[in-house]
């Protein structure tokens, strides 16, 4: 495991991206697995730098995200489709056909996840996965549990994510209660894993998710086992690193 320490929020963002443009640059078709949250909007705002300065080509990548609430569709500006178009794929010149996030609209759970799954091996795996941190260890929207769960799945948010949620929604009622996510399999399947954490408010978990026992109650404590993972994280977040 290596951990890039940054001075703040905008040095971190640049580190990840350029890891992210170097990964395109090695491999132009390659597969990206994308995050949403607040965390990676900073990369996502370097990314979309470097394509107007001519500096790099989304044309020939292929994406998939990591999460969707249940429910939401494309078109609803909470949805994770919607963030990501905000926030990257209507900057760039991705091919949108080529973007792909579990369908929040399919009722059918076990469908939204056997698609999405099936979606996931088709495209041939993923090069290189970006992922934020939940302040209860979350990757995704794999919530502490008593196993890893291993491949896409319909997922009861908890009620500490959902507050945390909540503040991009008006009201917590409003805040979807269930999500499909890939699962922890999906995750550590991915080539390279690059883990953006930024805040004090991280710091605690983030001890924990590094220095702590790999257990299924802090989900990202998995990444510890896989051989190419990245945390580029600030010294906020860095704060309380025991080593
Ligand atoms: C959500 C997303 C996660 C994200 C997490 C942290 O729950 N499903 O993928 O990592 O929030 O978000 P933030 O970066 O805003 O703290």
């Given at each position: 495991m290596k951990i890039i320490t940054t001075k703040n929020y905008e040095e971190l963002s640049k580190k990840a991206a350029n890891i992210i443009a170097a990964q395109i640059l090695i491999k132009p078709e390659c597969v990206l697995g994308l995050a949403t949250g607040s965390s990676p909007i900073g990369t996502y705002d370097r990314l979309i730098k470097y394509y107007e300065d001519g500096d790099l080509d989304f044309s020939t990548i292929s994406s998939v995200n990591l999460d969707e609430y249940r429910g939401l569709g494309p078109d609803d500006d909470q949805s994770y489709n919607y963030f990501m178009n905000e926030h990257l794929f209507s900057k760039?010149?991705?091919?949108?056909?080529?973007t792909f996030l579990p369908n929040?609209?399919?009722?059918d759970a076990d469908k939204a996840c056997n698609d999405y799954n099936n979606t996931i091996e088709h495209i041939g795996g993923i090069d290189l996965q970006l992922l934020g941190l939940g302040h209860n260890g979350h990757i995704g929207f794999n919530e502490p549990d008593e196993s890893f769960p291993i491949s896409v799945h319909c997922v009861d948010l908890t009620p500490s994510t959902i507050e945390a949620n909540t503040?991009?929604?008006?009201?917590?009622?409003?805040?979807?209660?269930q999500a499909y996510t890939m699962g922890i399999g999906n995750i550590l399947n991915a080539k390279k894993i690059l883990v953006v954490v930024s805040g004090k408010d991280k710091a605690e978990i983030l001890n924990t998710v590094i220095n702590g026992p790999v257990t299924p109650l802090v989900p990202a404590s998995i990444l510890q086992l896989h051989k190419d993972v990245t945390f580029v994280i600030d010294e906020d977040a860095a704060s309380k690193l025991e080593k």
């Open positions: 760039v010149n991705i091919n949108k056909e080529r929040g609209l399919e009722k503040r991009f929604f008006e009201n917590e009622d409003m805040v979807p209660k």
